[in-house]
C-alpha cells in the first residue's frame, strides 16, 4: 500500500517562508509525478505544482509562480515545495500527490492527509 506523509506545515507571518515536506513508502511506480494541491476554508481543492521524475519538467499555478519552488529526491522518494514569500491567501491545508503530471486531481492516485499552513497578516 501507497502512503504519503506531508510535514513542514505551521503558522508563519506575511512575507516569511515555510517548507513543506512528502515522503511516498509502499509500491509505487517511481516514474510517476509528485504534486501538490491545497485547499482553503469554504473553497475547492486546487493545483499548486507539480514535477515529473526528471525533475526538468516543473509546472506552477500562476498564483505561486516566482514564490514556491518544488524539489524532488527520487532516492528518497520524497517531494519538497519551499513557500517564499508567504501571502494570508496562501493560508490553505496542502496536499502532496503521486501520479501523472497534470494539473487536475483525478490524475493522481495517491494523497496525502495534508498539512495546514497559516498565513497571519
Known amino acids: 500500500q501507497v502512503q504519503l506523509a506531508e510535514s513542514g506545515g505551521g503558522l508563519v507571518q506575511a512575507g516569511g517562508s515555510l517548507r513543506l515536506s512528502c515522503a511516498v513508502s509502499g509500491r509505487f511506480l517511481s516514474t510517476l509525478a509528485m504534486g501538490w494541491f491545497r485547499q482553503a476554508p469554504g473553497k475547492a481543492r486546487e493545483f499548486v505544482a507539480t514535477?515529473?521524475?526528471?525533475?526538468?519538467?516543473?509546472d506552477y499555478a500562476d498564483s505561486v509562480k516566482g514564490r514556491f519552488i518544488l524539489s524532488r529526491n527520487n532516492a528518497k522518494n520524497t517531494q519538497y515545495l519551499e513557500m517564499n514569500s508567504l501571502k494570508p491567501e496562501d493560508t490553505a491545508v496542502y496536499y502532496c500527490?503521486?501520479?501523472?503530471?497534470?494539473?487536475?486531481?483525478?490524475?493522481?492516485?495517491?494523497w496525502g492527509q495534508g498539512t495546514q499552513v497559516t498565513v497571519s497578516s
Open positions: 500527490a503521486v501520479g501523472r503530471s497534470s494539473r487536475h486531481e483525478y490524475d493522481y492516485d495517491y
Open positions: 514535477i515529473r521524475r526528471s525533475g526538468a519538467d516543473i
